[in-house]
């Protein structure tokens, strides 16, 4: 790999190590961030009464930048006057997006009040529905002028303002699974007047308007001309499907592949929203919050519903055996069945492989005129997570450790890099988007063993982050900077998680917390000039001058 430390390609934002967390949502607040009664919360009175106490200290742990809340799919619905005021008399309303119900005993004081313990920045999603009511929300939250909303929020145990920086304007208000769903030209005009407003509030906050993974040009042109001006990025949601839980396959290879589509769709839709940018005549363009993004674990929908097992995973049941073929919730006849996805399936060594693939992505995105500059993962707690809630404890999932790993050990200015080395041709999965036979669809790519982010960290120190998608070979890395090996110093501190694995099922559990996280080997001396990467690995490596 050769690397030029010499001309940086632009800076990585903090914000792409953010979060997600959604309202009724398979346990991401209650039984997961919240949960009254349990003896591992919070019982002294105040905001974060009810809160577990060992979930705010995992989070606490991550560093997490912004946390995007209350959705998702469950903005749509949501009205935040009903998650103020004592608990005991806030309303309790059917919830539609997941057609569960919603207690709204954890609102926008208590979330806020949990980002500040947990050292996150919090990042609010309005339906973008009702003008009014956002704008509200912002004088509630941001304001310092006495005003009835403001009175309301001191006497809900919060007298200075919040200062919440970032808000979204809606939420794939594009798709019909939406309340409030309109066409691109309708949501541009609705947009316009909700940033307008809310910023006269508060002209510092930033603003996430919708963007698309489909049809794009249809719907940013509108979007960018009408309301551009007022908005500070764009969203882009983009999701993996694994097969993993019924074909009998680990589907290791198709699950780390899928970072390539990813970055193929973060670089296509930054193209665009800068050629876009400058057609409608913006000073410049916005950039990208991937503010939804994961792997699904999908399993056919005929399986009985699966539920969350004590020890972090998925409680026992009957299963038919495994086996049959890939059909897309439309397949309407297509081979295989229907499926969905299992919110409760633990995260293995293939999620922590891709993960790290799409931070590569991310960070290569950096030095673009529309890169993206926030990413919030579904979900922070439960629900395929990074900390995983049960009744009698939490735990770090595979995924923790890389979060963990990128946010503290890795630097911010990208280097130049590239890489000679092995690769492989494959038909790469493009998410979880179906064809009209029901498979998921494919497009052929040449998928590389070794994929590397090279950064400067504020140190002055180098530092390499390695991915080895090999699932059982370990490859030696020669690391060439500035076109010459002999500048390139011989030791490094080597911390890396993965490769040490008893197998690619291997999960996480309350009983065996540490099978999957990060291993400090130390100072480790470059053999032949080169280090060796384990197989399905993710390492870091901090390059050590030679103080002789």
Known sequence: MTIDTRRPAGRIDDDVYGHFLESAFFGNIEGGVFDEGSPLSVAEPGLLNGVRADVLDLVRELGPGPIRWPGGNFTSAYHWEDGIGPRGTRPSRLELAWGGQESNRFGTDEFLAWCEAAGAEPYLVHSCRNVDEAVRWVEYTNSARATTLTGRR???????????????????????????????????????????????????????????????????????????????????????????????????????????????????????????????????????????????????????????????????????????????????????????????????????????????????????????SMANPVNLVNANGLVVARPDGALRSAIYHLWHLYRHHTGRTVLPSEVDGPARTAAVRLGDNWGPDGRLLTAPMTVPYIDVSATRADDGSVRVAVVNRHRDESIRVRVVLDGSSGATPARARVRTVGGDVPGLGAVNTLGAQDTIAVRDLGEVEASGGAWEIAPHSVTVLTLLEDLS
């Open 154 to 372: 001191a006497e809900n145990g919060r007298a200075e303002p919040w200062k919440v920086r970032y808000w979204g304007v809606g939420n794939e208000v594009y798709g019909p699974w939406q309340m409030g769903h309109r066409t691109a030209e309708e949501y541009a005009a609705a947009a316009l007047e909700h940033a307008r407003f809310m910023r006269l509030v508060d002209p510092e906050i930033r603003l996430v308007g919708v963007g698309i993974p489909w049809q794009q040009e249809q719907w940013t042109r509108p979007v960018l001309a009408r309301a551009g001006k007022l908005l500070d990025y764009l969203s882009l949601h983009l999701y993996g499907a694994s097969t993993h839980l019924w074909t009998g396959d680990d589907d290791y290879d198709a699950v780390v592949a899928q970072a390539l589509y990813f970055e193929r769709e973060i670089h296509a839709y930054s193209q665009l929203v800068t050629e876009l940018a400058a057609e409608v005549g913006l000073e410049r363009p916005p950039a990208l919050a991937l503010d939804e993004w994961t792997m699904r674990h999908l399993e056919p929908e005929d399986w009985p519903q699966p539920l969350p097992g004590a020890d972090g995973g998925v409680a026992e049941r009957e299963l038919p055996e495994a086996g049959g073929g890939v059909a897309g919730p439309e397949a309407g006849g297509g081979p295989g069945r229907r499926v969905r996805v299992n919110r409760w399936s633990p995260r293995t060594v293939a999620d922590l492989v891709f993960c790290a693939g799409v931070f590569h992505a991310v960070h290569r995105s950096a030095g673009l005129p529309s890169p993206v």
